[in-house]
């Protein structure tokens, strides 16, 4: 009996307090940016090499054909621009395909979808360095 309670205090104590997995809004923040809290912080104000704007590191020339919006630090107009954009582009990965796209082709869907495309949305045809990001991706994604 005593053993029982250590178990089931254990499971309320231990695994009751594990972190609940992450969204893929919260993922992508989070690799892109190191963005770690839902509201406005420093990772909404990172801008990339080719000048990426938002935590989710758009395009400004991408993001403007979604909202003429300039609130690039607003965590919540990134994540609807970041919505339209995927939608798009999971619509035309599912034409493609047929099916829906994995946790990996999310990401190249959102990070290379040129390339993506232009490999026939065959994940393994990419360049490998797009690969291994993708899989880092998906594996902080899946393993949240």
Known sequence: MRYLALVAFWLV?????????LSLRESLGMFETGANQPGSGM???????????????????VWHRYTASTEYDNPE???????????????SFRSATGRDPNALEIYL??????SFQQAGFVAQRVKVT???RAERFANLWQSS
């Open 43 to 61: 990772a909404d104000r990172v801008r990339g090499k080719s000048g990426e704007v938002s935590r989710f590191q758009i395009l400004p020339s």
């Open 13 to 21: 104590t231990v695994v009751g307090t594990q972190a609940a997995p």
């Open 77 to 91: 107009v990134a994540w609807y621009v970041t919505q339209r954009i995927l939608s798009e582009r999971i619509t």
């Open 130 to 132: 797009y690969l291994k």
């Open 109 to 114: 869907l959102w990070n290379k979808p040129g």
